[in-house]
Nanobody, 116 residues
Framework: QVQLAESGGGLVQVGGSLRLSCAAS????????MGWYRQAPGKQRELVAS???????NYADSVKGRFTISRTNAKNTVYLQMSSLKPEDTAVYYC??????????WGQGTQVTVSS
């Protein structure tokens, strides 16, 4: 079993910044992809950014140039630095880990609200 502990959400003004953190614990396959998804009210959950253990990254077009994902493999921790935030970034952000073997796991989510 794998547990994901998220932190860092909150309320921020347009143009501001936030940093999300997610620490994974438990039995984790060494090769995996950790990432962040978000879900706004009435919308489907979507990928924001992900990063594999070898450093490969993937970003949604809507956040390229504004968000940066990073990770510390030794600590199984992933971060999302969000800058130049827009009202449309408002959503619940979920941490995700997808091992190359075995099931994926989700965090409970953290609310990010960008006020104009």
């Amino acid at each position: 079993q794998v547990q994901l502990a998220e932190s860092g959400g909150g309320l921020v003004q347009v143009g501001g910044s936030l940093r999300l953190s997610c620490a994974a614990s438990g039995s984790i396959f060494s090769r995996n992809i950790m990432g962040w998804y978000r879900q706004a009210p009435g919308k489907q959950r979507e990928l924001v950014a992900s990063m594999s253990t070898d450093g490969s990254t993937n970003y949604a077009d809507s956040v390229k140039g504004r968000f940066t994902i990073s990770r510390t493999n030794a600590k199984n921790t992933v971060y999302l630095q969000m800058s130049s935030l827009k009202p449309e970034d408002t959503a619940v952000y979920y941490c995700n880990i997808r091992p190359f073997l075995g099931p994926q796991y989700w965090g409970q989510g953290t609310q990010v609200t960008v006020s104009s």
